[in-house]
C-alpha cells in the first residue's frame, strides 16, 4: 500500500514569504505527526494530531508556525513570513495508535 | 519527561566484523523504544521496536536490538556489517500513551570495506 507522501520536496522561498507543505498519511492512521530537522541536528518534534481531537501543538517554536489537519487525512503545515533560520527538513508522519511511526520523504524548505 | 542520549555521534566498523550503536533512555513508565535508520536524502525507515516481551528485538535487514531495564539502554546491534548498512541511525522512545516520539540527535555509522 501507499506510504506517507509529502509535498513538495523541495521548496525554497524569499525571506518574509509564507510557504504551505503538505502530508498525505497512510490511509486508516488515526495519528500524524509532524517534525523538523535541521543541517546536522536530530528530529525536533513540532505538532501531533491524534483523531478529532485537539492538537498538541506543544513543538512549535513560534506563533509563526500553524498546522490542521482536514477531515482527519491530509494536513498542511503553514510557516508564515519565513526566516532564514526556518530551513530545515521537514517530516511527517503517521501511525495507529500507539503504534511505531511511519514518515514520509519529508520536505526540504531552504529560505534565502 | 521522556529523553534519549546516543553517546556517539560516529561509529566506524569494517565490513563483516559485529556493530553495536548505543541508546539510553529516560521515561516515565513502561517505555516503547524503537530505531529508525535514514539513507542519504530519504526519510526514516523503521527498524523495530521494543513494547513488551522478549528483551531481544529482531528488525529488518538483520538488525536486532536488546532491551536492558536495569541499564535503561536499548542498543541496537548486528552481527555482520555491511557496507549498506552505512547510514544515520535514530533510537526514539516514547510512553504508552498517544504521543510523540523523542529522537536522539542520531549515530552516523560508517562500515568500511
Known amino acids: 500500500g501507499a506510504g506517507v507522501s509529502q509535498s513538495p520536496s523541495n521548496k525554497v522561498t524569499e525571506k518574509g514569504k509564507d510557504v504551505e507543505l503538505r502530508c498525505d498519511p497512510i490511509s486508516g492512521h488515526t495519528a500524524l505527526y509532524w517534525y523538523r530537522q535541521s543541517l546536522g541536528q536530530g528530529l525536533e518534534f513540532l505538532i501531533y494530531?491524534?483523531?478529532?481531537?485537539?492538537?498538541?501543538k506543544s513543538g512549535l517554536p513560534s506563533d509563526r508556525f500553524s498546522a490542521e489537519r482536514t477531515g482527519g487525512s491530509v494536513s498542511t503545515l503553514t510557516i508564515q513570513r519565513t526566516q532564514q533560520e526556518d530551513s530545515a527538513v521537514y517530516l511527517c508522519?503517521?501511525?495507529?495508535?500507539?503504534?511505531?511511526?511511519?514518515f514520509g520523504p519529508g520536505t526540504r524548505l531552504t529560505v534565502l | 519527561a521522556q529523553s534519549v542520549a546516543q553517546p556517539e555521534d560516529q561509529v566506524n566498523v569494517a565490513e563483516g566484523n559485529p556493530l553495536t550503536v548505543k541508546c539510553t533512555y529516560s521515561v516515565s513508565g513502561n517505555p516503547y523504544l524503537f530505531w529508525y535508520v535514514q539513507y542519504p536524502n530519504r526519510g526514516l525507515q523503521f527498524l523495530l521496536k521494543y513494547i513488551t516481551g522478549d528483551n531481544l528485538v529482531k528488525g529488518s535487514y538483520g538488525f536486532e536490538a536488546e532491551f536492558n531495564k536495569s541499564q535503561t539502554s536499548f542498543h541496537l546491534k548486528k552481527p555482520s556489517a555491511l557496507v549498506s548498512d552505512s547510514a544515520l541511525y535514530f533510537c526514539?522512545?516514547?510512553?504508552?500513551?498517544?504521543?510523540?516520539?523523542?529522537f536522539g540527535k542520531g549515530t552516523r555509522l560508517s562500515v568500511i570495506a
Open positions: 526514539a522512545v516514547k510512553d504508552s500513551g498517544n504521543t510523540p516520539l523523542v
Open positions: 508522519a503517521s501511525s495507529l495508535a500507539r503504534n511505531e511511526q511511519f
Open positions: 494530531f491524534q483523531g478529532n481531537s485537539a492538537p498538541d
